[in-house]
């Protein structure tokens, strides 16, 4: 019996790392998380919806094999992430916003040029919303996250808020 108390401890530390990690990857905290960074801009809060964690769930477990960094080229909006460390699809939502220092919001463009504000603009875009999010592990070990939005946001010419 001396081995009940350690192995039960085990086992109630484990089940709480597991719901910790799981936490953070369920909708209601991936709605905190996005909406978080949408208040701070005035943008609406987003509702989650099933459909479009479907779409991202199967898009994400499409990804596996390769955990290529490619859009599904479907009819939403969508952010991608991948990280060789573990990351959680809250993780990757701030790491979407951190794009923020590069948006200039005057001229609606990436102070950087090109896309490489695109991620944030979607997060707080005042055109979407609704979200849906999936995750998926790749065979190479990676963790692949994906959220699409509906309707899409960055809509050339229009700013996001």
Known sequence: MLFAK???AMCFMTLN???????TNSPSDI???????RAEVGAP????????????QEYADKKKGNCEMKHSIGPYGENLASSSGK???TDAVKYWADEKPDYDHASNT??????????????VSEASFSVGCGKAKCA????????????????EGEKPY
Request: proline content about 6%; aromatic content about 20%; overall charge neutral.
């Open 6 to 8: 350690p192995f039960l």
């Open 17 to 23: 790392l597991f719901w910790l990690s799981r936490a």
């Open 31 to 37: 709605l905190k998380a996005h909406n978080r960074y």
């Open 45 to 56: 809060p987003l509702d989650w919806d099933d459909s479009l964690a479907t779409y991202a």
């Open 87 to 89: 990351m959680s699809i």
């Open 110 to 123: 990436c102070k950087s040029g090109g896309i490489a504000c695109f991620h944030y603009t979607q997060v």
């Open 140 to 155: 190479n070990g990676w963790e692949y996250v994906v959220c699409n939005y509906y309707p899409p946001g960055n809509i």
